[in-house]
């Protein structure tokens, strides 16, 4: 079976996780301010929306594994 994900996607997919739930837990405990916190989502979120905006691909359907509709070898779409 084919994986959904590159090394790097897992990479990503895990490191962008691990960032967000650590930022989230310290913003909860009180250690990191409300802004710091909103700060990190958005470096972790922007680069995601330029990459989908400049290669016109869902970024984040591919990062989290999600296809929606199986493709043809040449980019088509199975109907």
Do not use: C, H, N
């Amino acid at each position: 079976m084919e994986q959904p994900l590159s090394k790097f996607g897992y990479t990503w997919r895990f490191v962008g996780s691990a960032l967000v739930a650590f930022v989230f837990i310290a913003s909860f405990v009180g250690l990191v301010s409300i802004g710091v916190a909103l700060a990190v989502v958005l470096i972790v979120a922007i680069p995601v929306a330029l990459s989908t905006g400049t290669r016109r691909r869902r970024v984040v359907s591919r990062l989290s594994g999600i296809a929606a509709l199986p493709r043809r070898p040449g980019g088509g779409r199975l109907d």
